[in-house]
């Protein structure tokens, strides 16, 4: 720190000379008119000169002003206290004046300065020793230099910011804001770290010795909070420079909002990429409570899902789809559909509690419609469709940072042409089994699904041991089925009573737990509940249904709970030291099993 310096800030520093050295000349034309226009010297070395040369701009040679020849194949041009001393000098500081003048130095006020392209050189593979060559010294020393005197000189390091430079320029008749100087040397700063972090990488990779992997966070937006209240504070941070791969179109997204709609937008992505179907889902602390493709509803399901003699578009019968599996924990969702939400989807969404949705696109009307929910606070993303999350992900828990390749694995029929049961799988069962999967790699572990019809009925998840969430996912399915008993469709419900209501009370109703007082406020006469001879009469028609598991089943009571409620396929990786029992059990039950080889578990 230079304690004598006199820091008086420069509201607009005035450019009069420029040292400019870029590898990536696009845009030089732009910036060479205004250097002519602002009567600015230019500096400059190698082809830069040439090229500014060439668009009619008078260029002083670097080596002019060091008196200094380029050595050592180009390794040396710019590094001379001639030319740093330039950069560097304090100009508010008299003593700092006196010695450039005594020092015949004229200082720089301005570096336009890209680097060469080190991380592209690494990716076209060639060799290392051409890949150290591209190692930039002078002008990262350059950039630095200009960026700690943002007081006094303005650095530009991305052919992206010529156009806030020209226009600052001809605002404040060739000079540049302190504003400017100071967000261009804060960007100034951050390539250089990128360049830096890329650097030591690569020589990380080429040695022995800890790999190293620098990761930078951009917060781009705040959040009001974490997980929970008291987590303060919170945002939505951008990785290495990467954008986004959604935008808030409406509302203000909350912490687990994020993570149910990235997660929920990578499974419907996925179910659409797999089937060539349109693909929805309805999340709920990050687990879907539903999924669906868009197959065609029988006229009992409409009945069921309230949407009977609606005219529905296929992206409609998707969402109505994955928002009935499992209606009760649907509430407060947050939901996904793969492709553009149409009018007809928007109308449904309008009556359901609904968090948000993330989807391809919105129609114009659609929009409009999702934009008034919630007093218009209904949180609206549009998910980017080409966007590139890269290979690695990392977790950071506990101080530690855990690494890992992204789960990309791909979901196809050809997953399941490993069967180990007597029993085969039916063409018709693969898009079931394609559902469940998909479902399954982006549920809380451990996880099973159950679908049906292209629709996921009964997601287990998040249990500590396998057949848990084969119960869950085997009840929430017998759950989903008992909603089409004649006694449940015909319950007469007063006029007051809402949609909401009418979900938890048919769950209860079936469930055997409506209290008297319940059932006078919510029944227009009393109603017989549903015995157990009829539950299980009723039950026992569900069958020809698909399970897939995220993990091997390790014993054969998995097996045997899902015959219970109609599994008629299953999928699991298979690699249990009990796998010869489990084949048994489904080959005593009559069941077909696929072993794919891929354990999807999701944390």
């Known amino acids: 720190w230079h304690q004598n310096s006199t820091r008086t800030r420069m509201a607009v520093v005035p450019v009069r000379r420029a040292l400019v050295s870029v590898y990536d000349k696009t845009g030089l034309d732009v910036l060479a008119a205004a250097f002519k226009e602002h009567s600015i010297t230019v500096l400059s070395t190698g082809g830069t000169a040439t090229a500014l040369r060439g668009l009619g701009v008078a260029v002083t040679d670097v080596s002019e002003v060091t008196k200094f020849p380029e050595m050592l194949s180009?390794?040396?041009?710019?590094?001379?206290?001639?030319?740093?001393?330039?950069?560097?000098?304090?100009?508010?500081?008299?003593?700092?004046?006196?010695?450039?003048?005594?020092?015949?130095?004229?200082?720089?006020?301005?570096?336009?300065?890209?680097?060469?392209?080190?991380?592209?050189?690494?990716?076209?593979?060639?060799?290392?020793?051409?890949?150290?060559?591209?190692?930039?010294?002078?002008?990262?020393?350059?950039?630095?230099?200009?960026?700690?005197?943002?007081?006094?000189?303005?650095v530009v390091t991305s052919p992206g910011q010529y156009a806030p430079l020209i226009a600052e320029l001809a605002v404040n008749n060739g000079g540049v804001s302190r504003?400017?100087?100071?967000?261009?040397?804060?960007?100034?700063?951050?390539?250089?770290?990128?360049?830096?972090?890329?650097?030591?990488?690569?020589?990380?990779?080429?040695?022995?010795?800890?790999?190293?992997?620098?990761?930078?966070?951009?917060?781009?937006?705040?959040?009001?909070?974490?997980?929970?209240?008291?987590?303060?504070?919170?945002?939505?941070?951008?990785?290495?420079?990467?954008?986004?791969?959604?935008?808030?179109?409406?509302?203000?997204?909350?912490?687990?909002?994020?993570?149910?709609?990235?997660?929920?937008?990578?499974?419907?992505?996925?179910?659409?990429?797999?089937?060539?179907?349109?693909?929805?889902?309805?999340?709920?602390?990050?687990?879907?409570?539903?999924?669906?493709?868009?197959?065609?509803?029988?006229?009992?399901?409409?009945?069921?899902?309230?949407?009977?003699?609606?005219?529905?578009?296929?992206?409609?019968?998707?969402?109505?789809?994955?928002?009935?599996?499992?209606p009760l924990s649907s509430y407060g969702d947050f939901a996904a559909v793969s492709g553009i939400v149409d009018v007809s989807t928007a109308e449904l969404i309008r009556r359901e509690v609904s968090d948000g949705i993330i989807a391809a696109g919105f129609e114009p009307e659609a929009l409009a419609i999702l934009k008034a929910k919630k007093d218009g606070k209904y949180l609206v993303l549009q998910a980017d469709p080409a966007a590139n999350p890269g290979a690695d992900e990392y977790k950071e828990v506990f101080g530690i940072a855990l690494g890992q390749r992204r789960n990309d694995a791909k979901i196809t029929k050809e997953l399941f042409a490993n069967v180990v049961t007597k029993a085969a799988i039916p063409d018709d069962a693969l898009l079931d089994l394609i559902v469940a999967t998909i479902t399954a790699k982006y549920t809380q572990s451990n996880s099973v699904c159950v679908a049906v019809g292209g629709q996921a009925v009964g997601v287990g998840a998040g249990q500590q041991n396998r057949v848990d969430c084969v119960k869950l996912a085997?009840?929430?399915?017998?759950?989903?089925?008992?909603?089409?008993?004649?006694?449940?469709?015909?319950?007469?419900?007063?006029?007051?009573?809402?949609?909401?209501?009418?979900?938890?009370?048919r769950v209860n109703f079936i469930n055997n737990e409506l209290t008297p007082t319940e059932n006078a406020a919510l029944f227009a006469q009393p109603v017989d509940a549903l015995s157990a001879a009829e539950q299980d009469e009723w039950a026992g028609q569900l069958s020809g249904l698909s399970l897939s598991s995220d993990a091997f089943f390790p014993f054969s009571d998995n097996v045997f709970q899902a015959q219970k409620h109609g599994v008629k396929y299953i999928v699991t990786p298979g690699g249990s030291v009990q796998d010869d029992d489990v084949i048994a059990a489904c080959n005593e039950f009559g069941l077909a099993m696929a072993f794919s080889g891929l354990r999807l578990f999701h944390h």
């Open 474 to 505: 085997s009840r929430k399915a017998r759950l989903w089925h008992a909603r089409q008993h004649p006694k449940v469709l015909g319950l007469p419900f007063n006029a007051s009573v809402k949609r909401p209501e009418r979900v938890n009370a």
């Open 179 to 326: 504003k400017l100087r100071l967000d261009f040397a804060r960007d100034a700063f951050i390539s250089i770290a990128r360049y830096d972090a890329a650097i030591a990488k690569y020589l990380s990779t080429v040695n022995d010795g800890p790999s190293v992997e620098f990761r930078e966070y951009t917060a781009i937006r705040p959040l009001k909070y974490g997980v929970n209240p008291h987590q303060k504070p919170a945002s939505i941070c951008t990785v290495n420079g990467r954008p986004l791969p959604f935008t808030v179109v409406n509302g203000t997204p909350g912490f687990t909002n994020v993570l149910d709609a990235l997660n929920a937008w990578q499974l419907v992505a996925e179910l659409q990429a797999a089937t060539g179907m349109p693909a929805a889902a309805s999340f709920k602390h990050v687990s879907p409570a539903g999924a669906a493709v868009s197959v065609p509803l029988t006229p009992l399901l409409a009945e069921v899902y309230d949407v009977a003699g609606k005219n529905l578009s296929p992206m409609a019968v998707a969402y109505i789809r994955a928002r009935n599996a499992d």
């Open 74 to 154: 180009g390794r040396v041009k710019t590094l001379h206290p001639n030319i740093h001393a330039g950069l560097l000098a304090i100009r508010t500081d008299a003593e700092h004046m006196q010695q450039l003048a005594g020092l015949g130095i004229e200082g720089i006020d301005l570096v336009v300065s890209n680097l060469y392209p080190f991380e592209s050189t690494v990716a076209s593979g060639v060799s290392f020793e051409q890949c150290v060559e591209m190692i930039d010294i002078g002008g990262p020393t350059m950039v630095r230099a200009a960026a700690k005197n943002f007081e006094g000189v303005a």
